[in-house]
């Protein structure tokens, strides 16, 4: 199959063969010729399938084909997604299939001045994409009205209810013209994902791209166990013998990422930190110097490396086990990208031992484990049981007495609901 036998047509077919696009990935496959008929999509996919040509091309293609990119330009479709650097990425990947269409699309979000992005939206724009907050905020302040919108797109849409935008997400659906075509992705489908696509869609058809096959198929999996404080000294180890690699490390926590760079400079070792305290100037560098291949090692927490596209990274490495499962395979999923292949290393300490079980339920597969290395832990170390109160604490979701006696919630779990963005 062919994006040609597809049906796509010519300006885009020419972009995406600049790209050196051969053949549709099997998202892209499956929902181009639902969206071409118009129809509502729920697409149950990760970033890494290819998601965002499969929605940014029909859309481009519609706006095209409808000869709505003549005259006065308003704001025909609406991508909503939850990070700033998932937006970037959207709306570059419309600049780049939509090249030859002369539609025009922006990127507003939040944690900057607004004034560039209330200019370019005066300028008008064809596509907005945009992420809750700020579409809200500009919306309240009048610069962006939705009432032409006949397409619209709420991208990783579990990863927006995690990170509490529920209530924003419902007043952007309320402002949406009921005559549209709507798009629903998310990488799982717990039931409040379920309750908020059926607001959304109306007569939709469901494409779904298996998780497993994106991390067994293409991504090289291993796992070493290592204790707490061995971690950066395998880390450094494994850094040293792959010097000009790009690596992802993923931290948990935004403090552990500025530990681990803080860590690595004393072993000469440069990297850099990505998380919600840096500011997005500052984010927006060190991404940059990591794609372009300035930067070699990136640390990262979830949330700022959703949706990380970084041609050729090979390597990435969990420096922490994510206590949500699905997060494991997003992480891998930043390597072994559309057609590449990738290697993705997990540290496991006895603490990450109830998350590691839940990730090998996910994934259906038990991941390799590497057992010769100068850290593995000592037997006495690797059998011991944790207590009873280190169990409990180290428990997704388990709440565990504080230092003046209250009850609070198991760290990890919310480190992860509370590291917005
Ligand atoms: P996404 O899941 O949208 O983040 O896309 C993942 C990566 O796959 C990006 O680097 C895209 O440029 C790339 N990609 C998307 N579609 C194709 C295709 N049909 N052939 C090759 N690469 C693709």
Redo the contacts with the bound molecule.
């Keep these: 199959m062919t994006f040609k036998e597809l049906g796509v047509i010519e300006p885009i077919l020419k972009a995406?063969s600049n790209?050196?696009?051969?053949?549709?990935?099997p998202i892209?496959a499956k929902s181009l010729p639902i969206l071409l008929r118009n129809k509502d999509l729920l697409g149950c996919a990760q970033?890494?399938?290819?998601?965002?040509?499969a929605f940014a091309i029909p859309i481009l293609q519609q706006i095209y084909k409808n000869n709505q990119h003549k005259g006065t330009r308003k704001i025909k479709a609406l991508v909503v997604t939850p990070t700033r650097e998932l937006a970037i990425?959207i709306g570059e990947?419309f600049t780049t299939y939509g090249q030859y269409t002369g539609l025009r699309n922006t990127v507003i979000f939040g944690g900057v001045k607004q004034g560039k992005q209330t200019n370019a939206l005066r300028g008008g724009v064809d596509i907005l994409v945009a992420t809750p907050g700020r579409l809200l905020d500009l919306m309240n302040q009048g610069y962006i009205s939705l009432r032409d919108i006949e397409y619209a797109v709420l991208d990783e849409a579990d990863q927006m209810l995690d990170m509490g935008f529920i209530h924003d997400i419902r007043k952007i659906i309320a402002k949406l013209p009921k005559d549209r075509q709507s798009l629903f992705f998310s990488a799982t489908m717990p039931k409040a994902i379920v309750e908020l696509s059926r607001k959304i869609l109306g007569d939709f058809e469901k494409v779904t791209i298996a998780p497993e096959k994106a991390t067994a198929d293409k991504v090289e999996q291993a796992l070493y166990y290592v204790s707490k404080k061995d971690k950066i000294n395998l880390l450094t180890l494994l850094l040293k013998e792959q010097p000009t690699k790009s690596v992802l490390i993923f931290s948990r926590t935004k403090h552990g990422a500025n530990k681990i760079v803080k860590l690595l400079s004393k072993a000469e070792i440069t990297s850099e930190a990505i998380h919600g305290n840096k500011s997005q100037t500052a984010r927006q560098k060190a991404l940059g110097k990591f794609k372009n291949g300035q930067l070699k090692v990136l640390v990262a927490t979830d949330i700022a490396a959703r949706?990380i596209?970084v041609?050729e990274l090979s390597l990435v490495i969990n420096y922490d086990l994510p206590n949500v499962p699905e997060t494991y395979v997003h992480r891998i999923g930043r390597t072994g990208?559309?057609?590449a292949s990738g290697i993705a290393l997990s540290f496991c300490c006895i603490d990450e031992r109830p998350y590691l079980k839940d990730i090998q339920k996910l994934i259906n597969q038990q991941i390799p484990v590497i057992n010769e290395h100068p850290y593995v832990p000592a037997p006495n170390e690797e059998v011991r049981t944790p207590k009873k109160t280190q169990r409990s604490s180290s428990r997704p979701g388990k709440s565990r007495k504080n230092k003046n006696g209250n009850r609070s919630r198991n760290k990890r779990s919310s480190n992860f609901k509370k590291g917005r963005d």
């Design positions: 995406l790209e050196g696009y051969t053949h549709p990935t892209q970033t890494g399938t290819g998601k965002t040509a990425q990947s949706g596209d041609e990208r559309a057609a």
